[in-house]
């Protein structure tokens, strides 16, 4: 009897206990992650470095810019005060949005009170603030404009506003008009359309020679690309419609162009880009000549890819490199000129693999810089006075960022931190001191100075050891990575999240995370924010999570990445589907209740996965999807797929829109109804064709919510809503 009480006791203190211990462990909830930032990691925002020595810059609290001593990590002076901003006759200072230094750092360009144009872009009011006569003042007459930038000795200012270009004098304020044929919908001056600011990140169509002599600047006629129009719901009686140039996959594009501005002789002078219009022109940058500007043009296909050298003074190129590929060319965006104009250094995967080749300014190949089974995934920095090229790699793993240092002749490659993880680094000018960061999947972000002349820790400016404990308190369970094989012997690689109590006897159901996107990546060594939160409650809710690459994914070997090529769609949903199978053979994972849940390429997954993959997942969430590529953008669409015209097996088998007869579990799709990237026409051409089929499903639409869906409360709506339907459906 004693021995049975004794049991007895025991077994209720052992209950008690745990009891106890779930009582402790804080509970996470949607406004912890939404409204509150209680998993939102501090960080370092807009670090400069100094030219003139080795001092950095830093906007803090949206209030003051700070100047730091690098050699220390403390603050020397406020440079700038916000609430100082004052124009002439006025007590409430300027609505600060950005700034930018001028080349010796004397004054300041800044913009304010931005309106968002795309999803990037944004139209602001432009001010220089003068650090010596401690004066604001305003500039192109007080308008707004799409860009503006300073020249080298920021004298004048060269700007867009209307679609035309300006250049003001600064000591004048006289403002001379480069061009006059600006016209929305039309003609663009100075900036790019809508489809190459989203697809080749063009958001600045304006740049000074180094000499300041002249001008480079776009000329986009979109005048024959179609438009496409957006209701806007404001509470009127008939919506106001939004209508734009979107040119779609196998349509007409933007004829562009590239001229250079004599600014002294007032002239325009037109850079020869060859007679071919159906073509891209993504990117230019000026050589250390001043006289010479670098053109990147690429054909329509995507598949060659020249530097043009443009002589500035009269318009004529030569073609000073070319790489062509069975596939497509990724856009480099990795080219830098050395300070001597002898040559310049640029990323290629041409040989399998993204590594760094050397030549020289009329493209003769010096040397492959770097090489092996991994890629160089950025060049950071070049140090021209010592021949050191500073790079991020995957050598060690595809799932970490390491930093690198390397000699121009490839020898003396070193890795500077051990740690695994993912690396990134800002130097000094002197190129004796950077701020490291560092992050691991179960790391928040961290960031400290260091002396690199003896490899010393001069300052932890940021440890983020307050959310350290936080994720302690709420039980966070650590990411752990996996790789399994499919049964075509891929390799995948793959993360999981369990429950913090996880207990490998019971059964668990599986949520499936996805984007899977040529050339992405969700599984990265790397501290994630909002989603991982997200993922954290699910865990204390009983979920398993789980993300896996499949073929097509990027930062492994350029043959696993363009797997996919003109088929997008096919071997990613076998991939997840395997992944789905593997996860139903673990012994501790329901194998009947297996959801997805991705957006974008991830929402297009996702309804594949519940169609094509309809045995194995029972519920999904496919948010803002394109569900035909027919529907999508042509840079990015005939990168990977060729035109519909050229390719219309590769786009009809892989749409979800032809795959729903096949849909069996419970599936959500969400859309933002003035989504200007992936239009709601996808979303609606998808549930029209389920319903054509009587297949049920649930569907919400977020009004004037972009492709972003956010804005007041709309993201705390939107994962309460998939919150919920996990619950109930999975």
């Known amino acids: 009897m004693k021995k049975k009480i004794i049991l007895i006791a025991t077994l209720c203190w052992i209950t008690s206990t745990i009891l106890i211990a779930q009582t402790n462990s804080k509970q996470i909830t949607l406004e912890d992650i939404w409204t509150k930032g209680t998993f939102t990691p501090k960080t370092l925002t807009d670090v400069i470095p100094s030219a003139k020595g080795d001092f950095y810059y830093m906007f803090e609290d949206g209030v003051n810019i700070n100047k730091y001593d690098f050699k220390t990590g403390k603050m020397l002076e406020t440079v700038l005060r916000v609430p100082e901003l004052l124009l002439e006759g006025s007590n409430k200072p300027i609505e600060l949005d950005d700034f930018s230094f001028s080349k010796d750092e004397n004054k300041l360009l800044i913009s304010a009170y931005k309106q968002a144009v795309y999803r990037y872009s944004k139209l602001s009011k432009y001010y220089v603030w003068d650090f010596k006569t401690k004066k604001l003042t305003l500039l192109a007459n007080g308008e707004k404009c ?95 419609e939004y209508t734009y140039k979107y040119p779609k996959a196998g349509e007409e594009n933007s004829i562009v162009d590239v001229f250079v501005y004599d600014v002294a002789a007032n002239k325009k002078i037109k850079v020869d880009v060859g007679n071919i219009t159906d073509q891209y022109i993504p990117k230019m940058m000026w050589t250390a000549q001043p006289n010479f500007l670098c053109v990147y043009r690429m054909n329509r296909l995507q598949n060659k890819l020249e530097l043009l050298l443009a002589n500035a003074s009269n318009g004529s190129t030569k073609i000073i490199y070319t790489e062509e590929n069975n596939c497509y060319v990724d856009l480099n965006e990795y080219l830098q000129f050395t300070a001597d104009a002898k040559g310049f250094f640029i990323c290629s995967e041409k040989e399998g693999y993204n590594h760094i080749y050397h030549y020289n300014i009329n493209g003769k190949l010096i040397r492959k810089v770097t090489s092996g089974n991994w890629n160089v995934t950025e060049i950071s920095s070049i140090d021209e006075r010592s021949g050191k090229i500073y790079f991020i790699s995957t050598e060690i ?21 051990n740690n695994n993880g993912q690396h990134g680094v800002t130097f000094s000018s002197s190129y004796n001191y950077c701020i490291h960061t560092f992050s691991n999947a179960n790391t928040p972000k961290q960031f400290e100075l260091l002396n690199l002349s003896n490899n010393k820790l001069v300052k932890s400016l940021e440890d983020n050891n307050k959310l350290v404990a936080t994720i302690k308190d709420y039980h966070f369970s650590n990411k752990e990575f996996f790789v399994f094989s499919t049964e075509k012997n ?22 499936m995370y996805v984007y899977g996107g040529p050339g992405s990546q969700t599984v990265l060594n790397r501290w994630e924010t909002s989603d991982f939160a997200w993922f954290q409650m699910l865990a204390q809710k009983g979920y398993i999570v789980v993300s896996v690459d499949n073929r097509g994914t990027g930062y492994r070997s350029e043959e696993f990445k363009k797997s996919t090529y003109q088929q997008l769609g096919k071997f990613e949903t076998i991939d997840q589907i395997e992944a789905a199978k593997y996860l139903g053979q673990l012994s501790y994972i329901d194998k009947n209740r297996i959801g997805m849940f991705g957006w974008s390429y991830g929402g297009y997954m996702t309804a594949l996965c519940m169609t094509k993959g309809a045995d194995y997942f029972k519920a999904g969430i496919a948010v803002a999807p394109v569900s035909n590529w027919r529907y999508y953008d042509d840079i990015y669409t005939e990168r990977f797929m060729r035109t ?29 109804s003035a989504d200007d990237n992936v239009h709601l026409q996808n979303s609606m051409e998808l549930a029209k064709a389920l319903i054509l089929v009587n297949k049920q499903f649930d569907m919400f639409i977020y009004p004037n919510r972009n492709h972003n869906i956010r804005g007041g409360l709309t993201r705390i709506n939107l994962y309460k809503k998939m919150t919920n339907f996990i619950l109930n459906k999975l």
């Open 397 to 417: 793993s595809p799932l970490n960022r390491d930093i690198y240092s390397v000699q121009y002749d490839g020898t003396k490659k070193s890795r500077l931190f």
């Open 644 to 672: 519909p015209q050229e390719n219309p097996k590769g786009y009809d088998e892989n749409s979800p829109v032809s795959q729903v007869s096949k849909l069996k579990g419970e599936f959500l799709l969400i859309h933002g």
């Open 490 to 511: 891929f390799e995948l690689n793959g993360y999981m999240i369990k429950p913090h109590d996880f207990d490998s006897t019971k059964k668990y159901p599986v949520l």
């Open 146 to 240: 799409r860009e503006a930038i300073l020249s080298p000795d920021a004298s004048k200012l060269a700007y867009s506003k209307e679609n035309n270009m300006f250049v003001e004098d600064l000591n004048t304020h006289v403002s001379t008009q480069i061009t006059t044929d600006g016209k929305l919908n039309n003609i663009i001056n100075g900036f790019g359309d809508w489809v190459y600011e989203e697809e080749f990140d063009l958001l600045h169509g304006i740049s000074w020679s180094p000499d300041g002599k002249y001008i480079a600047y776009y000329r986009f006629d979109e005048s024959k690309v179609k438009e496409f129009s957006i209701a806007k719901y404001d509470s009127t009686s008939y919506p106001e």
